[in-house]
């Protein structure tokens, strides 16, 4: 019943910026969402982002540290992902998670430790 609204994906070169961003829809009561992962086709879906709701603290894959960006709205309850300097190696379908608390824990980057998903958000960049 709860669903996560994802947008902001889209086809661009390399080096270009893209800002994605997830929303809760529906019941929004009891869903936090925190993290993002992606997917690329043959691979397993991957940790890229998190952010602790008590303090804003945020954590990073080592393949994007230094040019993606975690962001929250505690207000709208939405998630961001600010993505500069993309590379090829970026193209995957983006998927935002949530959680039924806000409260952390030290599996944030365990896709089964996560309640709710999005649809998913197709990130495309071309060399």
């Known amino acids: 019943q709860v669903q996560l609204v994802e947008s902001g994906g889209g086809l661009v070169q390399a080096g270009a910026s893209l800002r994605l961003s997830c929303a809760a829809s529906?019941?929004?009561?009891?869903?936090?969402?925190m993290a993002w992962f992606r997917q690329a086709p043959g691979k397993e879906r991957e940790f890229v982002a998190a952010?602790?709701?008590?303090?804003?603290?945020?954590y990073y894959a080592d393949s994007v540290k230094g040019r993606f960006t975690i962001s929250r709205d505690n207000a709208k309850n939405t998630l961001y992902l600010q993505m500069n300097s993309l590379k090829p190696e970026d193209t995957a379908v983006y998927y935002c998670?949530?959680?039924?608390?806000?409260?952390?824990?030290?599996?944030?980057?365990?896709?089964?430790?996560?309640?709710?998903w999005g649809q998913g958000t197709q990130v495309t960049v071309s060399s």
């Open positions: 529906g019941r929004i009561i009891n869903t936090y969402p």
């Open positions: 952010i602790r709701w008590s303090d804003g603290n945020t």
């Open positions: 998670a949530a959680k039924r608390s806000p409260w952390w824990s030290d599996s944030y980057y365990r896709p089964s430790y996560y309640d709710y």
